[in-house]
Nanobody, 121 residues
Framework: QVQLVESGGGLVQVGGSLRLSCAASGRIFRINRMGWYRQAPGKQRELVARITSGGSTNYADSVLGRFTISRDNAKNTVYLQMNSLKPEDTAVYYC???????????????WGQGTQVTVSS
């Protein structure tokens, strides 16, 4: 049906940068909002950043000014540029998209498999 594939995670030192990508593929008619969530060990999954098809964005307070979300609608891809990384940014990062599949009748939430981001001090 619809798949979300993330890439770009890894190990980085404090103050470093990483760029995550997430490409949606499959029987896609339309994508509404796309976003990134993260889940650290022992914590609940939380919203990091989200972007609408028109480019409106919102961010968690903890990443405001350090992370930037963007998307390429022609490629059904969303990006997360992460700068000035801190140890507390360590988590599994999940891509999320609200997708109207070609054989569907409404928007459904889809998730990627997750990519590990580790910030070492």
């Amino acid at each position: 049906q619809v798949q979300l594939v993330e890439s770009g995670g890894g190990l980085v030192q404090v103050g470093g940068s990483l760029r995550l990508s997430c490409a949606a593929s499959g029987r896609i008619f339309r994508i509404n909002r796309m976003g990134w969530y993260r889940q650290a060990p022992g914590k609940q999954r939380e919203l990091v950043a989200r972007i609408t098809s028109g480019g409106s964005t919102n961010y968690a307070d903890s990443v405001l000014g350090r992370f930037t979300i963007s998307r390429d609608n022609a490629k059904n891809t969303v990006y997360l540029q992460m700068n000035s990384l801190k140890p507390e940014d360590t988590a599994v990062y999940y891509c999320n998209a609200e997708v109207w599949a070609t054989n569907g009748g409404q928007f459904y939430n889809y998730w990627g498999q997750g990519t590990q981001v580790t910030v070492s001090s």
